[in-house]
């Protein structure tokens, strides 16, 4: 049998030294891999956990806001507004004038603003029940006409929000808009108004 040259007998003794080492990196990078996998996911099931307790704490606040919610609200507060009350008291002004002649036009048009044709009116369509909290679905009977500031006075209502000088009820449930159409009307004197119709989700809280 042939001897092995001493050159290769060395260069092989140095490769057995060297494969502890080489074994101990690839073990090293192997675990290194696993808990880099763990690091992650790690920190995604913690922001998972975030997130929920986020939105834990957000549903809490809300239940506790609308609690005490006037289960009349959208009666008292939203169909008993009256809109367009500058109008209102400027054709009026006119009727009781007697330097200006009452036109038809004019009485129809009082009429109608004073009417219920033009106030907030709405029918309870869908109304379903979860375990903590109930939905109806408000539709709109018929279309309102109101200006800038009646919009504004009637968001303020249904958002709870402050939008311009119009502050939120206390006692308002949760109102969500689900379906919102507003046309713009101009009128004779450069004046606009608008004509409203739109749908709520109303959610009540035991």
Do not use: C, W
Not at 47 to 63: A, I
Not at 64 to 88: C, G, M, T, W
Not at 168 to 180: E, M, R
């Amino acid at each position: 049998m042939q001897s092995i040259p001493q050159q290769r007998l060395i260069l092989y003794i140095l490769a057995l030294g060297l494969l502890p080492v080489i074994l101990v990196l690839l073990n090293y990078q192997s675990q290194a891999s696993v808990l880099s996998a763990m690091d992650i996911r790690l920190n995604k099931i913690q922001q998972t956990l975030l997130l929920e307790k986020d939105k834990y704490q957000n549903n809490v606040e809300v239940t506790q806001r609308h609690q005490n919610a006037d289960p009349f609200y959208v009666d008292k507060a939203l169909e008993s507004l009256i809109f367009l009350n500058d109008e209102i008291d400027r054709l009026q002004s006119i009727l009781e004038d007697p330097s200006f002649p009452a036109t038809p036009s004019v009485t129809e048009r009082l009429e109608f603003l004073k009417s219920k044709r033009n106030r907030l009116a709405f029918a309870e369509q869908t109304i379903t029940s979860y375990d903590r909290f109930k939905e109806t679905i408000e539709v709109m009977k018929h279309p309102v006409e109101l200006d800038l500031d009646d919009l504004h006075r009637l968001l303020s209502k249904i958002e709870r929000l402050n939008i311009g000088s119009h502050t939120p009820d206390a006692h308002s449930p949760q109102l969500l808009i689900t379906d919102f159409r507003l046309e713009r009307k101009k009128h004779a004197n450069n004046n606009e108004s608008f004509i409203l119709n739109m749908k709520l989700l109303k959610r009540e809280y035991e």
